[in-house]
T-cell receptor, first 117, second 113 residues
Framework: GAVVSQHPSWVICKSGTSVKIECRSL??????MFWYRQFPKQSLMLMAT?????????EQGVEKDKFLINHASLTLSTLTVTSAHPEDSSFYIC?????????????FGPGTRLLVL | GDSVTQMEGPVTLSEEACLTI???????????LFWYVQYPGEGLQLLLK?????DKGSNKGFEATYRKETTSFHLEKGSVQVSDSAVYFC????????????FGQGTELSVKP
């Protein structure tokens, strides 16, 4: 199946700093990637849809200036958590779909665990 | 709007027991249905999928059948192993969702030796 990677897998940072998380599709090109957030023992919450070459589409309630998304190429999307605070600590997961005709299957990265002190 | 409802967990079974995790959905149009599995500390892995009514998805001994008449996609396995312990998510997507996945709340499965 299609492979999606994330980097870093773990990050610990001080309150007020910015953190960048990378999501890469390793063996396919993805015009669209998705960013999710997951709290312990809960389901995934879609944060935004990342579109290559255009602005991301954010879900209701997600702060655009707080969570900056850049989809610079067909294999890379980045999520930057700006001025991180302890409440931003969470598990962030990205996904992407191979550009097959009619494909709606998303493949997920391994996730990035963020801890803000 | 579209939604997915799963049975609540945690579900605790002994090894070699039968597993059923119920999943029902509401959706406009004709969604595709998925089961994803999440092992502790990891991302989600696609377990199986079905894209149209009466399709059966299967993988690693797990099965689920797309039942349009009952709007269900229950996950089943005849004999679970300790290594199946994980959280299972039912999800749907449709073209009018722009490819977005809508997840159920997840069901934690714990299999004891």
């Amino acid at each position: 199946g299609a492979v999606v990677s994330q980097h870093p897998s773990w990050v610990i940072c001080k309150s007020g700093t910015s953190v960048k998380i990378e999501c890469r599709s390793l063996d396919f090109q993805a015009t669209t990637m998705f960013w999710y957030r997951q709290f312990p023992k809960q389901s995934l919450m879609l944060m935004a849809t990342s579109n290559e070459g255009s602005k991301a589409t954010y879900e209701q309630g997600v702060e655009k200036d707080k969570f900056l998304i850049n989809h610079a190429s067909l294999t890379l999307s980045t999520l930057t958590v700006t001025s991180a605070h302890p409440e931003d600590s969470s598990f962030y997961i990205c996904s992407a779909s191979p550009p097959l005709a009619g494909s709606v299957t998303q493949y997920f990265g391994p996730g990035t665990r963020l801890l803000v002190l | 709007g579209d939604s997915v409802t799963q049975m609540e967990g945690p579900v605790t079974l002994s090894e070699e027991a039968c597993l059923t995790i119920n999943c029902t959905y509401t959706a406009t149009g004709y969604p595709s249905l998925f089961w994803y599995v999440q092992y502790p500390g990891e991302g989600l892995q696609l377990l199986l999928k079905a894209t149209k009514a009466d399709d059966k998805g299967s993988n690693k001994g797990f099965e689920a059948t797309y039942r349009k008449e009952t709007t269900s996609f229950h996950l089943e396995k005849g004999s679970v192993q300790v290594s199946d312990s994980a959280v299972y998510f039912c999800a749907l997507t449709s073209y009018n969702q722009g490819g977005k996945l809508i997840f159920g709340q997840g069901t934690e499965l714990s299999v004891k030796p």
